[in-house]
């Protein structure tokens, strides 16, 4: 079972942009797809975006044009830039890896946007 880890979440002013890390425990080239989910206070998880082992990604629309997935393998991590944000961003951030059979989910950092 991978060990996901997250940061880079915190406080910023709308405009505003952020930098989420989220680093694996071993290498991330056996994953088939990396990627990042929300969950807004009182809401559902939501599908943010995806990077796949062909590096095809893949955003929601909410994010798109601001938002980009990337990953390093060299330092076994993921990462989520985050530019001009929003109120409506304001929400716990999780990392998630997937193979066949097996998803693994970070414990979250938390993006908090104000207006």
């Known amino acids: 079972q991978v060990q996901l880890v997250e940061s880079g979440g915190g406080l910023v002013q709308a405009g505003g942009s952020l930098r989420l890390s989220c680093v694996a425990s071993?290498?991330?080239?056996?994953?088939?797809?990396m990627g990042w989910y929300r969950q807004a206070p009182g809401k559902e998880r939501e599908f943010v975006a995806t990077?796949?082992?062909?590096?095809?990604?893949n955003y929601a629309d909410s994010v798109k044009g601001r938002f980009t997935i990337s990953r390093d393998f060299t330092e076994n991590t993921l990462y989520l830039q985050m530019n001009s944000l929003n109120p409506e961003d304001t929400a716990v951030y999780y990392c998630t890896t997937y193979v066949p059979g097996v998803r693994s989910w970070g414990q979250g950092t938390l993006v908090t946007v104000s207006s």
């Open positions: 071993g290498s991330i080239l056996r994953f088939n797809t």
């Open positions: 990077i796949g082992r062909d590096s095809s990604t």
